[in-house]
């Protein structure tokens, strides 16, 4: 006792470093992995199997609050590369980090008050959260021994600094993006506004926003680099490319040395390369993006090209000059730059080379990365809307196909840019010898006078022959729809080519909305403002000037809320087009089919739609001056207006019908399979209950956001009408509910809508109710009768072989009606 009471201050204090070592808890310095019976306690920290990296709870700058994070182990400078908790702080110490049974990260206050998690879909009987030498912190099965099979990875989630071998970009298989965002100041890491993305948006290249504003763009990537990242080069501290597939794109480095480098998005909204140095035991910075003032995305505007060096930075491109002359005299560059003489692509525009350059922004472009640059120099010039072409890939002496349809804008010179082809007018071009040019003239004159002056005779007389034809045909087909409406007092305009090739800019790639089984469809402006839609006649369409005329003469004279609106109607030539209001928000099945737009259609919105569709079939079948049955009813033919308001579309197969019509027998079938009842598709036997079955599957499409004909389940191989009338019998409809819906949906609404979806589907088209019913069922909360049997009701296998076997019955591709002779 008293040699215990004689211990000096320094035994004493070995004691208690060895009591509490022996005291600590189960997860301590140098372990890696944490169980589902292990926690992470704020003190305590985690290290990564190769000790590179360290996890723990800490403090940034001057802050007082408490993050979990990860940051680099063997360095003096504690430097964190990624944060959990960013938006949700702790302001003690009681913080908890662990791992839950199914698999799901969580940090907690003390036990109990969880303020971040993660969101696994996955989860297994034995996870284990493990930190790995790449800084990755990963949650997999413990039993699991293919050591890349992660449940969750922060990896997917990065802050503001891009580790070795991270992928920055999109996953079009999982749908998901990775992309950094900056933290708000040294002492608070929750997001700024700042962020660093891949864009796969056209072509592919790294973009630096504010919001939603660019602020720097790396330009497209050209298989050595970006084509504006003049910083990037290769080099022997680390690796980096581009991974370009249908099922991803993303950006990556790998580092071939070991010296230890991180890219981080910086506060200020600066990426920047970081390499520590051991023998300073600092940090130095390696390079920065955007780098100089030419880096400012969209500083000379248009066709502006910026130089460094020169004085103003901004300058135009060869053969353009400057918009605005006055301001760009002031300083301000942003309306850019103007050719000096203007395209005029009936007489033959050409290409100049301009070389040394960043190419233009790619968000807009095509692309195609087999062709050659000659194929690609013939694809641009077919099309008057393209104005610039280029190389995608200049390894090897080139290949691939960029083309741009729109102004070209973010140009730069540089000493490594790249080779673009601008569309110039043919006189700015010198690429002939002009007295070469005018011997061969001469001496071609002289050899071919007589036959060339015989061919121009000839070809005269046939051309004003087939303009006097065409003037013919021409005058018939406008005459005859003048006549019709003259006669039906329908008092709809004929609208000259002109105005829709201006509307249009010239049926430019830009402006086009979509194609179905009429043609293409583009968008327009008028000169008075008014936004419209231009259904153009396609020279393969199986449609032609009957369903034109038809269309014409079946909704013009229709007027109803639910019903899109014509406008006008052009003839010229070869030309036949439709002009409708135009509709804001395109198509239903735009909505309806895509994951993404699904989740922005609340069942109040689609039960909006259902009944809106309801109303304006009614008004058809029962109410409109002509009686009409549609024929063609399809998810892509219900358009939206800015308000989501639906307008039933496409009345170009459309039948009018008299009081005492019951039905009609035709030919030649058309429609859309998944779409057409079991009497018209089989027998060309149809009536308003033929409308009433399409809209019966539009009902069940809305509520549960699966296509009719493309829909499988892996219990059995019925289609979406047999699914659902299955789940009906079996009281189990609410399993049919889009999950996008379950938040915002009235239970009550939405079974009674597939209720009268079944009902409108049924077989027999006796059992159907008319539309007339089925507003009245969808407004009010009386009893419904019981669904019978549906049409179609039968395993997808027999039904193709059935419909592989007639000639009889029109088919469909991606939604385009056929028409097909019976």
Not at 536 to 545: A, E, F, I, K, P
Request: aromatic share 10%.
């Amino acid at each position: 006792m008293e040699r215990m009471l004689d211990m000096s201050t320094g035994d004493l204090s070995l004691l208690i470093l060895v009591f509490s070592l022996l005291c600590s808890p189960k997860i301590s310095r140098g372990v890696d992995t944490i169980t589902t019976t292990d926690s992470l306690k704020d003190g305590q920290t985690m290290i990564s199997s190769g000790g590179n990296f360290e996890m723990g709870f800490f403090s940034p700058g001057n802050s007082k609050n408490r993050y979990l994070g990860i940051w680099y182990k063997k360095i003096s400078v504690r430097t964190a590369v990624w944060v959990a908790n960013r938006e949700t702080p702790i302001t003690n110490t009681t913080g908890i980090f662990r791992v839950t049974n199914p698999g799901i990260l969580v940090v907690s206050i003390d036990t109990n008050n969880i303020i971040w998690s993660t969101n696994s879909s996955k989860s297994v009987l034995n996870p284990i959260a493990q930190l790995l030498d790449s800084g990755n912190l990963v949650v997999r099965n413990a039993k699991d021994d293919n050591p890349g099979n992660f449940l969750w990875q922060s990896f997917h989630y990065p802050t503001d600094t891009l580790l070795p071998d991270m992928k920055l970009g999109i996953d079009f298989i999982a749908s998901r993006e990775v992309h950094l965002s900056s933290w708000k100041s040294n002492d608070d890491p929750a997001a700024s506004d700042f962020t660093y993305q891949c864009d796969p948006t056209g072509y592919p290249q790294n973009i630096l926003r504010k919001g939603t504003l660019i602020q720097y763009r790396a330009g497209p990537w050209n298989g050595f680099r970006f084509s504006g990242a003049q910083n990037s080069r290769k080099n022997s501290i680390y690796e980096f490319g581009l991974v370009f597939t249908d099922k991803e794109v993303y950006f990556y480095y790998h580092l071939i040395s070991s010296v230890i480098s991180r890219f981080v998005l910086n506060q200020s909204g600066v990426a920047q390369r970081w390499t520590w140095v051991d023998r300073t035991q600092e940090w130095i910075l390696y390079l920065t993006s955007p780098n100089d003032n030419c880096d400012s995305y969209d500083l000379c505007g248009p066709y502006g090209t910026c130089r460094m060096g020169n004085s103003p930075v901004c300058g135009c491109l060869d053969k353009f000059e400057p918009k605005y002359p006055r301001n760009w005299d002031m300083g301000d560059w942003s309306s850019g730059c103007i050719r000096r003489t203007t395209l005029d692509c009936s007489n033959g525009d050409g290409f100049l080379k301009y070389s040394g350059v960043k190419l233009p922004d790619t968000r807009n472009s095509w692309y195609s990365k087999t062709m050659t640059l000659e194929e690609c120099k013939v694809i641009c010039s077919k099309n008057c809307s393209c104005m610039a072409y280029a190389n995608a890939d200049i390894r090897n002496g080139g290949s691939g196909c960029l083309l741009w349809f729109e102004d070209l804008i973010d140009i730069r010179a540089l000493t490594e840019g790249q080779d673009i082809y601008i569309r110039m007018a043919s006189s700015e071009l010198e690429t002939f010898n002009r007295k070469k040019r005018n011997i061969l003239r001469m001496i071609i004159s002289l050899l071919t006078g007589v036959i060339a002056l015989a061919l121009c005779l000839i070809l005269y007389i046939y051309i004003q022959r087939k303009k006097k034809h065409k003037r013919q045909i021409d005058g018939r087909q406008i005459q005859d729809l003048e006549d019709q409406n003259h006669k039906n007092n329908l008092e709809l305009p004929l609208v000259d080519l002109a105005t829709v090739i201006k509307a249009t800019n010239n049926y430019s790639l830009g402006n086009k909305l979509g194609e179905g089984g009429f043609g293409p469809v583009y968008k327009g402006v008028l000169e008075d403002g008014q936004e419209i839609a231009v259904k153009r006649l396609s020279d393969t369409s199986t449609q032609g000037l009957h369903e034109f005329k038809n269309e014409v003469t079946c909704i013009a004279k229709l007027q109803h809320r639910n019903l899109v609106r014509l406008l006008g109607y052009c003839i010229e030539g070869e030309e036949k087009m439709l002009i409708y209001e135009y509709m804001h928000n395109r198509s239903l099945d735009l909505f309806i089919f895509e994951q993404a737009k699904s989740m922005l259609l609340d069942w109040q919105t689609r039960f909006h739609i259902i009944n809106g569709i309801a109303r304006g079939l009614m008004y058809l079948h029962q109410d409109s001056r002509l009686r009409i049955i549609h024929r063609d009813l399809k998810a892509s033919n219900i358009l939206l207006d800015i308000n989501m308001n639906p307008k039933i579309s496409d009345f170009g197969m459309a039948r009018i019908f008299r009081e005492n019509d019951s039905g009609f027998n035709t030919k030649r079938v058309v429609g859309t399979y998944g779409y057409m009842s079991p009497e018209y598709q089989v027998d060309g036997l149809f009536s308003v209950k033929s409308d009433v079955f399409s809209y019966g599957v539009l009902v069940l499409e809305i509520v549960s956001g699966k296509r009719n004909r493309h829909f499988f389940h892996p219990d059995h191989h019925h289609n979406l009408l047999g699914h659902a009338w299955k789940l009906y019998t079996e009281d189990r409809s609410r399993e049919l509910i889009d999950e996008n819906l379950m938040k915002s949906c009235n239970l009550s609404e939405v079974l009674r809508s597939i209720h009268v979806g079944l009902l409108c589907v049924q077989w027999s088209p006796k059992d159907r109710p008319n539309m007339s019913a089925v507003v009245m069922m969808l407004s009010s909360e009386g009893i419904l009768p019981h669904a019978k049997r549906p049409g179609f009701f039968t395993e997808r296998n027999v039904l193709d072989a059935e419909c592989s076997s007639s000639s009889t019955i029109a088919s469909s591709r991606n939604d385009i009606t056929i028409l097909v002779p019976r």
